[in-house]
């Protein structure tokens, strides 16, 4: 089984701080994602790589900066936390072998910023 | 970017089949239907995908129009496990040739025992 995996269940953190939350998959996936969750706005797409060091603006970048330095890990930064990054952070990988591969999500980051 | 519109929330009963719809008017002719759920404290996982015919799987079946319009996730017999918000999601190509995923805020389930 594909095993995504988010190195933080629950995170606080303050206003200004930088913030790295980490993302590791097993499966050797090109593709990489980083999406938010909000209530009544469902998931929303921040960046994604589509192989090392190669990324490219989702939906909601600003921000939020991303390091791919290899294949099974992909961080996502926020250069200067603010309160409206409070939210639940998610991470899936999927191959680009072959069509509609589906993505595998980890379990979540619940972000605070206070 | 492609849009589907969901229920926001549905009942069932425990070992009854509940069917829960989706609209997808603005979908293309090439565009794949995605299914996935979230159960609680969890990160989304795939259902089911499908084009044109009818799909099934070991979780669930895929009824999809005939214009393709609309489409029906079909759980048989739910079971408590089964509660979670369900995802209808077309997608959009990005300039690397990948895609990306437009989730809506999906239908949440609720199973009575």
């Known amino acids: 089984d594909v095993k995504v995996t988010q190195s933080s269940r629950y995170l606080v953190k303050r206003t200004g701080e930088k913030v790295f939350l980490e993302c590791v998959q097993d499966?050797?996936?090109?593709?990489m994602f980083w999406y938010r969750q909000d209530p009544g706005l469902g998931l929303r797409l921040i960046y994604f790589?589509?192989?090392?060091?190669?990324?490219e603006k989702g939906d909601i970048p600003e921000g939020y900066s991303v390091s791919r330095e290899k294949k099974e890990r992909f961080s996502l930064i926020l250069e200067s936390a603010s309160t409206n990054q409070t939210s639940m952070y998610l991470c899936?990988?999927?191959?680009?072998?072959?069509?509609?591969?589906?993505?595998?999500f980890g379990d979540g980051t619940r972000l605070s910023i206070l | 970017d492609a849009k589907t519109t969901q229920p926001n929330s549905m009942e069932s009963n425990e070992e009854e089949p509940v069917h829960l719809p989706c609209n997808h008017s603005t979908i293309s002719g090439t565009d794949y239907i995605h299914w996935y759920r979230q159960l609680p404290s969890q990160g989304p996982e795939y259902v089911i995908h499908?084009?044109?015919s009818n799909v099934n799987n070991r979780m669930a079946s895929l009824a999809i129009a005939e214009d393709r319009k609309s489409s029906t996730l079909i759980l048989h017999r739910a079971t408590l496990r089964d509660a979670a918000v369900y995802y209808c999601?077309?997608?959009?190509?990005?300039?690397?040739?990948?895609?990306?995923?437009?989730f809506g805020t999906g239908t949440r389930l609720k199973v009575l025992a």
């Open positions: 499966m050797d996936h090109e593709n």
């Open positions: 999601i077309l997608r959009d190509a990005l300039t690397s040739g990948t895609y990306k995923y437009i």
């Open positions: 499908g084009l044109t």
């Open positions: 899936a990988s999927s191959t680009r072998t072959g069509r509609n591969q589906p993505q595998h």
């Open positions: 790589s589509y192989d090392v060091k190669m990324k």
